[in-house]
């Protein structure tokens, strides 16, 4: 089982260029997330789907958006990359928001010059 | 102050030895309470989950919860270099629009 799919692996990209990453699970789950993760700042949470065709600001949201594609699918877009959102970027599913554990893919690498 | 608070380490430990991990957290509110394992280059994956105080056990592995000291713990016994990860707490309550709380992760290392 595939579980949740990232992609890309690694990018880098310019200051301002715009990047979209793409997420999909394969569980039947409702909910998804993008987190980012910094040394030192743990898990932060960016957007979050607690159903297809709803999403929902997280922690730290300014300089992202998303979309909730379809059931399988969340993608996460920077519209004009900055050197402070080189960070690693992880998407994470659940059946549903709350106390339900997360599934998490491996990670998108991104960094910004 | 962060809502949750884990020592980053490293953590160094011997194989074999008896590891103990742990969180502090600020809000009482909490009741479900996690611990992913993170691999280098891998993302999370659940390890343990408990509901409110107590002990529970997996294996190798159990998970304490202390809600009036707000402190839970992860146990390791004869800890394996395969062991060798970032392990992260994280804690939820119940409500409208709340999610899981992260704590920033300790890093463990078992050597041979």
């Known amino acids: 089982n595939a579980g949740v799919t990232q992609t890309p692996k690694f990018q880098v990209l310019k200051t301002g260029q715009s990047m979209t990453l793409q997420c999909a699970q394969d569980m039947n789950h409702n909910s998804m997330y993008w987190y980012r993760q910094d040394p030192g700042m743990g898990l932060r949470l960016i957007y979050y789907s607690a159903s297809e065709g709803t999403t929902d600001k997280g922690e730290v949201p300014n300089g992202y958006n998303v979309s909730r594609l379809n059931k399988r699918e969340f993608s996460l877009r920077l519209e004009s990359a900055a050197p402070s959102q080189t960070s690693v970027y992880f998407c994470a599913s659940s059946e549903m928001v709350g106390n339900q554990p997360q599934h998490f893919g491996d990670g998108t690498r991104l960094s910004i010059l | 102050q962060k809502e949750v608070e884990q020592d980053p380490g490293p953590l160094s430990v011997p194989e074999g030895a008896i590891v103990s991990l742990n969180c502090t957290y600020s809000n009482s509110a909490f009741q479900y309470f996690m611990w992913y394992r993170q691999y280098s280059r891998k993302g999370p994956e659940l390890l343990m989950y408990t509901y409110s105080s107590g002990n529970k056990e997996d294996g190798r592995f159990t998970a304490q919860v202390d809600k009036s000291s707000k402190y839970i713990s992860l146990f390791i016994r004869d800890s394996q270099p395969s062991d060798s990860a970032t392990y992260l707490c994280?804690?939820?309550?119940?409500?409208?629009?709340?999610?899981?709380?992260f704590g920033g992760g300790t890093r463990l290392m078992v050597k041979p």
């Open positions: 994280a804690t939820f309550y119940n409500n409208a629009g709340n999610m899981l709380t």
